[in-house]
């Protein structure tokens, strides 16, 4: 009588994978895209009143010494050479006080920094006023 083998040829050339392999690939694909869902959640919306937090932004712009005498508003309104020249420093400014997903529009005098809101977004606009310039400030959000 002839034994039977438990396995063929071509049964021993074929792997399979472990199942523990399995499940721990399918842990990591389910915590990799729970992680993924809360990094791209976009920023909670801001709890201050649009009017706040253009009225705090223009104190700051109006407040900023320049690098000689007055303050960098002032020397911005001074032309619109000077205000191109300064653009990003007042952007920088403004920035520094908005919050996460705030955009900004300052219309001076002599002309205008940042991007006009749009007219489906919440808008609160502040005077920014400085000896040498009296400008307003528009901060919005989409």
Do not use: K, N
Request: glycine share 8%.
């Amino acid at each position: 009588m002839r034994l039977h083998e438990t396995g063929s040829s071509t049964d021993s050339s074929r792997g399979q994978l472990s199942l523990t392999v399995v499940e721990a690939a399918v842990a990591t694909l389910l915590i990799l895209a729970v992680t993924a869902s809360f990094a791209l959640t976009p920023p909670a919306p801001t709890t201050t009143a649009p009017d706040e937090t253009a009225a705090r932004a223009a104190t700051l712009l109006a407040t900023t010494p320049a690098d000689g005498t007055g303050t960098v508003l002032g020397a911005a309104c001074g032309s619109e050479a000077e205000l191109g020249t300064r653009e990003d420093q007042l952007l920088a400014i403004l920035a520094s006080s908005l919050p996460d997903g705030a955009f900004v529009h300052l219309e001076t005098p002599v002309g205008s920094v940042g991007t006009p809101p749009p007219s489906s977004a919440r808008v609160g606009s502040a005077p920014a006023v400085v000896p040498e310039c009296s400008a307003t400030l528009e901060v919005w959000y989409p």
